[in-house]
């Protein structure tokens, strides 16, 4: 079975074959070690963006790149984005910081969460500009992603150590991630995280029927939360895709079935919300960089999200009873047809 990438190591893989001389899809495949679909697709959106181009010799097409338009891919950032060394200086003294008076303050470990809680509080709060943040996957977080014990090298700076100070003493009173989570989004206002927050939870608990109940609820209220615009109206159709396959899910399956089927729901729904939470990541991002870089790094990382979404809400959508299959929002996703 051919391994599974991170998305970040796919495009790098690929455009590393192709710098060489012009493969096959079936010849990137094999030399990555990337399935094939996945090859495929992911130069479908290279050759969109007109970073690839292709040509066919005996009935056979053949891809290609022009290394004068490639896109570096930093491993260490959110969608692969660059980042200045100023930057990335910033970010992790900072962060060095953080942790060695949270390690003082409190014998609590330091979770990756926290710390770009934290981080973040810090930079809004004295309005530094040398570090990239913005929305994503669990609320606000630096561009540059890294873990405590890669801090070991970084030279802190003491400079806003009052400040962190109290940060530190706010943060550490918080029991659980969880909570933490919440009171991040409630302090932002921000509904659709704390809806999305509310989902996932009541999908990792068992069924019963006050859980349906408030699911049902809450995933209409998620659809609602996520707001329109020009540039993801494609992603709403994921979204309603999803509340449709489980409204009739519920309806017709009992609960003990439903039940058995959970962690299916549950990985579907982490797949939605990892495609809504790069657009949100994009969409925050503007103050940090170029329109047109941002554009190119985003559209590459969400029209993979999008085909492994689409391959979750077919399997989800196996599960409803065939004589409740229409003809509706469902049957606009590719493969999703009955």
Not at 125 to 144: D, H, M, R, S, T
Not at 166 to 186: F, R
Not at 215 to 220: G, I, R, V
Request: hydrophobic share 35%; proline share 2%; aromatic share 10%.
């Amino acid at each position: 079975m051919k391994k599974r990438s991170r998305l970040v190591n796919i495009y790098t893989d690929i455009v590393k074959v192709l710098k060489t001389k012009p493969y096959n899809i079936l010849q990137i495949s094999e030399k990555t070690g990337i399935n094939w679909e996945t090859v495929k697709n992911a130069l479908i959106t290279l050759e969109g963006l007109k970073l690839v181009s292709k040509e066919t010799k005996n009935n056979r097409t053949y891809y290609f790149m022009d290394e004068s338009k490639l896109i570096e891919f930093n491993k260490n950032t959110l969608l692969g984005l660059p980042i200045s060394k100023e930057q990335k200086e910033t970010t992790l003294s900072l962060a060095k910081r953080i942790a060695e008076i949270w390690n003082k303050k409190t014998s609590k470990p330091l979770r990756k969460t926290f710390i770009h809680k934290m981080l973040i509080k810090l930079v809004k709060k004295e309005q530094i500009k040398n570090v990239p943040y913005g929305w994503y996957l669990f609320g606000k977080c630096a561009v540059l992603q890294f873990e405590t014990q890669e801090l070991t090298e970084i030279q802190s700076v003491k400079k806003y150590d009052k400040q962190i100070n109290e940060i530190v003493k706010e943060y550490s009173d918080i029991p659980t991630t969880n909570e933490l989570l919440e009171q991040h989004y409630i302090e932002e206002g921000n509904d659709l995280y704390l809806t999305r927050l509310k989902i996932s939870n009541i999908l990792i608990n068992p069924f019963n029927e006050d859980a349906l109940k408030s699911l049902k609820a809450n995933l209409k209220n998620f659809l609602l939360s996520f707001k329109k615009t020009e540039d993801n109206e494609d992603l709403l159709e994921y979204i309603n895709g999803f509340y449709s396959i489980v409204i009739r899910l519920t309806k017709e399956l009992s609960i003990e079935e439903l039940e058995e089927m959970r962690p299916q729901i549950n990985d579907s729904f982490r797949h939605i919300w990892e495609i809504i939470g790069t657009y949100e990541l994009y969409s925050s991002l503007d103050d940090f960089y170029d329109k047109q870089i941002l554009k190119k790094h985003y559209t590459i990382w969400i029209e993979n999200l999008k085909h492994i979404s689409e391959t979750y809400l077919s399997e989800l959508k196996d599960n409803i009873p065939i004589k409740e299959i229409k003809e509706d929002s469902l049957s606009k996703f590719k493969g999703i047809q009955a």
